[in-house]
Structure formats: C-alpha cells, structure tokens
Nanobody, 119 residues
Framework: QVQLVESGGGLVQAGGSLRLSCAAS????????IGWYRQAPGKQRELVAS???????IYVDPVKGRFTISRDNRENAVYLQMNSLKPEDTAVYYC?????????????WGQGTQVTVSS
C-alpha cells in the first residue's frame, strides 16, 4: 500500500515562505505524477501545482511566480516551495500520487498538512 506523508506546514506571516515535503513509500515513484492540492474551509479541494514523471510542471494562476514544485526520484519525495505567501493561501495542503500500471490508474492521497498565513 502506497503511503504519502506530508510535512512542513505551519503558521507564517504574509510575505513569508514555507517548504512542504511529501515522502512516498511503497510506490513506483519515478513513473508517478505528483500533485499538490489544497482545501480551504468551506471550499472544494483544488489543484495547486503538479509535476509529471518526465518533470513537466503545471501551476494554477494564483500561485504562478510564487510557488515551485520539484521532485527527487532518489529520495521518493516531492516538494512545494511557497514564497510570498498570502492569507488566501491558508488551507490544508495535500499530496497526491498517481500512476498507470497494468491498464489501471492508481491514485493516492496523503493526510494533509495545515498552512496558515496571517495578515
């Protein structure tokens, strides 16, 4: 069973930075696509950034130029560097790992890490 463990969340003032980490175990990490999602209170979970198995990156408009997603296939880890944080970035951040094997899609979520940005 794939396990994803997020860390690095916390409380930070607006304009500050945080680096989230997601450690994956028991997964074919190098062939997996990884995404960071967030869910604010009363809102739906939304994609923040993703990185594919070939290193292609996608960012949603609100975080472009402020957030950077990266991966380390040797460490089976993915990171989200968040700079110039804003109060509207406050949410629980989740790591998602997905891959295709034997004609099926496999999809896993971490437990989430809270990010709170104070104004």
């Amino acid at each position: 069973q794939v396990q994803l463990v997020e860390s690095g969340g916390g409380l930070v003032q607006a304009g500050g930075s945080l680096r989230l980490s997601c450690a994956a175990s028991r997964s074919p990490f190098s062939i997996s696509d990884i995404g960071w999602y967030r869910q604010a209170p009363g809102k739906q979970r939304e994609l923040v950034a993703s990185i594919s198995s070939d290193g292609s990156r996608i960012y949603v408009d609100p975080v472009k130029g402020r957030f950077t997603i990266s991966r380390d296939n040797r460490e089976n880890a993915v990171y989200l560097q968040m700079n110039s944080l804003k109060p509207e970035d406050t949410a629980v951040y989740y790591c998602n790992l997905s891959y295709r094997m034997f004609g099926k899609k496999f999809d896993y979520w971490g437990q989430g890490t809270q990010v709170t940005v104070s104004s």
